[in-house]
């Protein structure tokens, strides 16, 4: 069945440092890719997110690349601050209206 | 706009109960799915509701169960309640693009405990 792994589960960086977190999809016809930051006893919020016709995209200190061949994609966030402390979810979805999420990743920015 | 909401924000229940949590979609959004989320399991997918239909249902035994009516807003059920139902079940709803899924907005969550 459609799987979504993300890696890592739990990432420490200090403060000023970048971040990345990485997925792997299994379903070759996902093509929308999300990201959801969802900081403690709050839902989840999109962050950025890229559709399979783009390889890579940004938004200011945050940017998501696909490799479709591959079945990867990253979240990358540059100058880290405390605030981005939170559990990151990456997500892949197909044109059946059905959106499979990674397992999550608890970044802790230290200051 | 207001945003996704969902009732009630807590529950706590006995097993063998079962629960019936509601969903708000954001104006003028058709789809709404369900989502339910655990510590070890992370966010797990359980059902897609479009125009009052299911589009589509995640691996979960009979006993969830969810509708959705004319106005979108959407429900869902567990009949026969188990202690690994106890969770935060997540609802969000879309405007779907062609064929595309369009951007998830989520609700703040119902937390389920069951005792």
């Known amino acids: 069945g459609e799987n979504v792994e993300q890696h890592p589960s739990t990432l420490s960086v200090q403060e000023g440092d970048s971040a990345v977190i990485k997925c792997t999809y299994s379903?070759?016809?996902?093509?929308?890719f999300p990201w959801y930051k969802q900081e403690l006893g709050k839902r989840p919020q999109l962050i950025i997110d890229?559709?399979?016709?783009?390889g890579e995209k940004k938004d200011q200190r945050i940017a998501v690349t696909l490799n479709k061949t591959a079945k990867h994609f990253s979240l990358h966030i540059t100058e880290t601050q405390p605030e981005d402390s939170a559990v990151y979810f990456c997500?892949?979805?197909?044109?059946?209206?059905?959106?499979?999420f990674g397992a999550g990743t608890r970044l802790f920015v230290k200051a | 706009k207001a945003g996704v909401t969902q009732t009630p924000r807590y529950l706590i229940k006995t097993r063998g109960q079962q629960v019936t949590l509601s969903c708000s979609p954001i104006?003028?959004?058709?789809?709404v799915s369900w989502y339910q989320q655990t510590p070890g399991q992370g966010l797990q997918f359980l059902f897609e509701y479009f125009s009052e239909t299911q589009r589509n249902k995640g691996n979960f035994p009979g006993r969830f169960s969810g509708r959705q009516f004319s106005n979108s807003r959407s429900e869902m059920n567990v009949s026969t309640l188990e202690l690994g139902d106890s969770a935060l079940y997540l609802c969000?709803?879309?405007?779907?693009?062609?064929?595309?899924?369009?951007?998830?907005?989520f609700g703040p969550g119902t937390r389920l405990t069951v005792l």
């Open positions: 104006s003028g959004h058709r789809s």
């Open positions: 969000a709803s879309s405007l779907p693009a062609g064929v595309h899924t369009d951007t998830q907005y």
């Open positions: 890229i559709r399979s016709n783009v």
């Open positions: 379903d070759s016809a996902s093509n929308y």
């Open positions: 997500a892949a979805s197909t044109g059946g209206f059905k959106t499979i």
